[in-house]
Antibody, heavy 121, light 111 residues
Framework: QVQLQESGPGLVKPSQTLSLTCTVS??????????WSWIRQHPGKGLEWIGY???????YYNPSLKSRVTISVDTSKNQFSLKLSSVTAADTAVFYC?????????????WGQGTLVTVSS | QSVLTQPPSVSGAPGQRVTISCTGS?????????VHWYQQLPGTAPKLLIY???NRPSGVPDRFSGSKSGTSASLAITGLQAEDEADYYC???????????FGGGTKLTVL
């Protein structure tokens, strides 16, 4: 059973960079067939896809966030990470990491429990 | 404003059937892209409920079914139960955005 667990600071100051890591267990990031993904949910709102990475390092980002987002993978630690720069209060959200099955329309079949990140001074 | 449009809320009594619509456009459903559905129980992460328009992952009851036609998709829930009270999201791919897109979500209330 694949499990994903987000980790990182719960509080980030405005203009700084938000950094989160997702640790995968029960499966290898190096195995093909999956995108490793970040999705966020603003308080009381819907889901927003941030981006994903393939084990080769190929990345795909939401155009609305692309200029501020970097997703990277560390196969030796079976982890992948999110960096979101120049954050504002509007970036306060629950951030989920998820595994997406590679298809024409990727589907998110396993999710982490989510971590709340608040942007505030 | 989400690329995929869902009603904010639907409701039904126990045992009834409810449907949740998801309306897209020519750059997603109309281009032939599939729809997936997720259920998010209060305070938890979303769970894959339906994939590839109408397929259920192992463990999902057959009370849940999905369909897609043209630029719209639907999720149907029959034999409504109290534990079905949750938020439901549709998801697809949009070729004008070159990425995954979600609907705004629908809150299901079991009366």
């Amino acid at each position: 059973q694949v499990q994903l667990q987000e980790s990182g600071p719960g509080l980030v100051k405005p203009s700084q960079t938000l950094s989160l890591t997702c640790t995968v267990s029960g499966g290898s990031i190096s195995s093909g067939g999956y995108y490793w993904s970040w999705i966020r949910q603003h308080p009381g709102k819907g889901l927003e896809w941030i981006g994903y990475i393939y084990n080769s390092g190929s990345t795909y980002y939401n155009p609305s966030l692309k200029s501020r987002v970097t997703i990277s993978v560390d196969t030796s630690k079976n982890q992948f990470s999110l960096k979101l720069s120049s954050v504002t209060a509007a970036d306060t959200a629950v951030f989920y990491c998820a595994r997406a099955v590679v298809r024409v329309v990727p589907r998110f079949d396993y999710w982490g429990q989510g971590t709340l990140v608040t942007v505030s001074s | 404003q989400s690329v995929l449009t869902q009603p904010p809320s639907v409701s039904g009594a126990p045992g009834q059937r409810v449907t949740i619509s998801c309306t897209g456009s020519s750059s997603n459903f109309g281009a032939g892209y599939d729809v997936h559905w997720y259920q998010q129980l209060p305070g938890t992460a979303p769970k894959l409920l339906i994939y590839g328009n109408s397929n259920r992952p192992s463990g999902v009851p057959d009370r849940f079914s999905g369909s897609k036609s043209g630029t719209s998709a639907s999720l149907a829930i029959t034999g409504l139960q109290a534990e079905d009270e949750a938020d439901y999201y549709c998801q697809s791919y949009d070729n004008s955005l070159s990425g995954s897109v979600f609907g705004g979500g629908t809150k299901l209330t079991v009366l």
